[in-house]
């Protein structure tokens, strides 16, 4: 098994590949880079104005309007070939937030997997900061990219350069990503060609948020995201099918390990309420979905119970309404509590019935109806938490020159100095307190002990103790637990995981004939002749010439010696597909494999070694004449070619072929008949 990694400590990112299957698991967005930007301005209008309770939030002083669009870092995609993908397995709303990023060029078909809450909530997380791109760029003024480049740091532009960091996505590319995305449900098993078997369980960290058991008939790898054991809105954490995994992934673990969230959340609410009684505002800088819930839910009570429960709260977002909708019509996705009030009947959450009671108050933006509304002393959660973007930028300038105010930095990602960097000097107070519930490095080292996993991978900063104070284990994870290793970004690491048996079933017919012989005390032993098939990789042992045959890889066994003989063998294929089928057929123990499969253009096989001079001849023989061939380190590439038009790339690398097919499907088929016509019947 292969696993390569593509992402970082904020961004997770993973590339595996296991039995002929290649997987991703999460893409996420590291918008930690927005920090060397300066905030994104969406408004221009004069200096701000106040008087008895009323202020102008649509006033500010233009010291911080940015210069030019702000970038971000996708996942390392270019450094992998998309094409080979077969499915991208998402943990969360928020590691998909890189998924236009994924689908920019086209070159990935593969499935995409995640829960009907992680894809919604996703998507608003991703709507929101497009719809604040688009208000900026609509009052930017317009740059060359030479003269932007050189307002940022060096490293910045080189990054920018090298592609590493781009621009963010339009509405339009995430509609697009949207729509490619198919749902699951907790514990829905899901098959990825009869190789590999995918299930998502509850993570507790999110509304949807899952972990991924991924297995095969004799191997167990589990993938552990974002997760938390503290108590929250969502479904309590699974992990009943995770004991003595082969291998255990780790990533998303909590970005502040030493702070404790209900701690902050005491500090959070003291803050708030001494600045209220001095008649100062609050500010969150937030996303739209998550923590929010809960915030929400412990500042509402607090204040209520220290009178101040006729402090307006403003939640402002351009999907705050379908933000807060969505909490409530995703019952069953969310802890027993909450569940059982969906039998009473109430909705999971209070939001509706503050709304009535006008204590929250929610708005898509700060123009229009909001400055009817607006009064202060008051609450203000907006985005965005890097305070680059959005209407939390108008709040710092408008609130900034005053002591009475306070920012609440929340989102662990974001709560530092370099967020508020570009507002200096700056007189309201900050408050860093990372409402960061997914597990730290205590909590991880009891699981791995509780789990026992056979080898545990995760990235360097994890594991590298060079980082943490001496003696404070609670900063890197315990390589004493178990096998464990370390990945940094780009780097490929190989762990012996092999199967050395296929599964295979036994007809009831085939069974009851079979004449056992005692070899030695309790073995027994009998010699048969049978037809072993297979589709779909789904191995079955039959009767030969029983009436239910099926169309693929046939081998007959006659004997034991020739049974030990076939298990050794090429296999023939002679299935015959479709444009839009979905077959890969193998043979038994240590058997050659001949996976085959068509999806829309495109075909993927592994097979003995092919001799590329008959496939070049058997090629020509079907009108492919035109042929250029090329070799890079291991791999050979063929380009079918017509006039100037590539018509199919072949590419021929260790026990398996990839085709990249750009024209009909005629072509597609043409190949398939070439490359099948290299197996022996035997």
């Known amino acids: 098994m292969d696993i390569c990694y593509l992402g970082n400590r904020v961004a997770p990112c993973y590339a595996l590949r296991l039995s002929g299957i290649t997987v991703l698991l ?39 309007s940015s210069s030019g669009p702000v970038h971000v870092r996708p996942p390392l995609l270019d450094f992998f070939d998309l094409s080979s993908v077969d499915a991208l397995l998402l943990s969360s709303a928020s590691c998909l937030l890189a998924l236009p990023y994924l689908l920019k060029n086209g070159q990935f078909r593969g499935k995409i997997l995640a829960t009907q809450p992680a894809l919604q909530l996703g998507r608003l997380m991703m709507e929101e900061v497009a719809t604040y791109v688009d208000a900026a760029r609509a009052i930017m003024p317009a740059l060359d990219d030479k003269s932007y480049l050189k307002t940022l740091p060096p490293d910045a532009q080189e990054a920018i350069r090298a592609k590493e960091l781009q621009q963010l996505y339009s509405m339009e590319e995430v509609a697009e990503a949207v729509q490619r995305v198919e749902l699951v449900s907790f514990g829905q098993g899901v098959d990825l060609f009869g190789l590999l078997k995918v299930t998502a369980r509850s993570s507790n960290c999110s509304l949807g ?4 058991l991924l297995q095969t008939p004799f191997d167990k790898i589990v993938y552990l995201g974002s ?26 673990l909590s970005c502040s390990p030493t702070s404790n969230p209900d701690v902050n959340v005491s500090r959070i609410c003291e803050a708030l309420a001494a600045t209220l009684r001095m008649e100062g505002n609050v500010l969150f800088p937030v996303f739209p979905t998550g923590v929010i819930y809960d915030l929400l839910q412990h500042l509402l009570a607090y204040m209520e119970q220290h009178g101040l429960k006729h402090i307006p709260i403003y939640f402002i977002s351009p999907v705050a309404d379908a933000s807060l909708a969505f909490a409530n019509i995703y019952g069953e996705w969310v802890n027993n509590d909450r569940q059982a009030k969906l039998y009473v009947p109430e909705p999971p959450f209070g939001h509706a019935e503050l709304i009535k009671m006008k204590r929250l108050h929610f708005f898509p933006n700060i123009h229009g109806d909001f400055n009817t509304t607006f009064r202060t002393p008051c609450v203000v959660f907006a985005g965005h938490p890097s305070l680059r973007l959005g209407d939390a930028v108008h709040f710092m300038k408008l609130w900034g020159s005053s002591r009475r105010n306070t920012v609440i930095l929340t989102e662990s990602e974001h709560a530092n100095a370099n967020a ?18 997914r597990l730290n490095f205590i909590q991880t080292n009891k699981l791995i002990q509780e789990l026992k996993p056979v080898h545990v991978v ?15 284990r609670d900063q890197y994870l315990d390589k004493d637990l178990t096998r464990l290793t370390g990945m940094s970004s780009k780097e490929v690491v190989s762990l012996p995981l092999q199967s050395t048996y296929q599964r295979a079933m036994l007809s ?18 009998a010699s048969l002749s049978a037809c072993l098939m297979s589709e779909n990789n789904q191995h079955n042992i039959i009767v030969p010439g029983s009436d239910h045959q099926w169309h693929g890889v046939s081998q007959t066994v006659k004997s034991k010696d020739e049974a030990n003989a076939a298990a050794t063998a090429p296999a023939a294929a002679t299935t015959t597909l479709g444009k839009g089928e979905a077959v890969k057929m193998e043979v038994a123990d240590g058997a050659p494999l001949i996976n085959t499969r068509i999806s829309g253009k495109r075909v993927w096989t592994r097979q003995p070694c092919i ?21 890079s380190g291991k791999e050979q590439h063929l380009t079918l070619m017509q006039e100037q038009k590539t018509l ?11 085709v990249t097919n750009h024209a009909s499907d005629t072509i597609l088929s043409h190949i398939r008949d070439a490359i099948l016509e290299q197996v022996k019947v035997f």
């Open 26 to 64: 999460d893409c996420a967005l590291d918008m930690s880079v927005l920090d060397v930007f300066r905030p994104l301005a969406t408004v221009q209008t004069p200096a701000a104005g106040s008087g008895n309770g009323k202020e102008s939030v649509c006033g500010s002083n233009d010291r911080t």
């Open 209 to 212: 948020g899952c972990n991924w």
């Open 227 to 252: 997760s938390s054991r503290w108590s929250t809105h969502s479904q309590e954490l699974q992990l009943e099918d995770f004991s003595n995994a082969d291998v255990m992934l780790i990533s998303g």
């Open 420 to 437: 508020v960097l570009p507002f200096q000097p700056l007189e309201m107070k900050v408050l860093y307190c990372p409402i960061d519930i």
């Open 458 to 472: 995760t990235e360097n900063d994890y594991v590298n103790v060079l980082h943490a104070v001496a003696g404070r």
């Open 508 to 525: 009831l017919e085939l069974a009851e004939g079979l004449d056992f012989t005692e070899c030695k005390p309790s073995v027994f032993a």
């Open 611 to 631: 001799d590329l001079d008959q496939l070049r001849d058997s090629l020509a023989q079907r009108g492919l004449r035109k042929q250029k061939l090329t070799v």
């Open 648 to 658: 199919a790339t072949i590419v021929l690398r260790d026990g398996s072929t990839h």
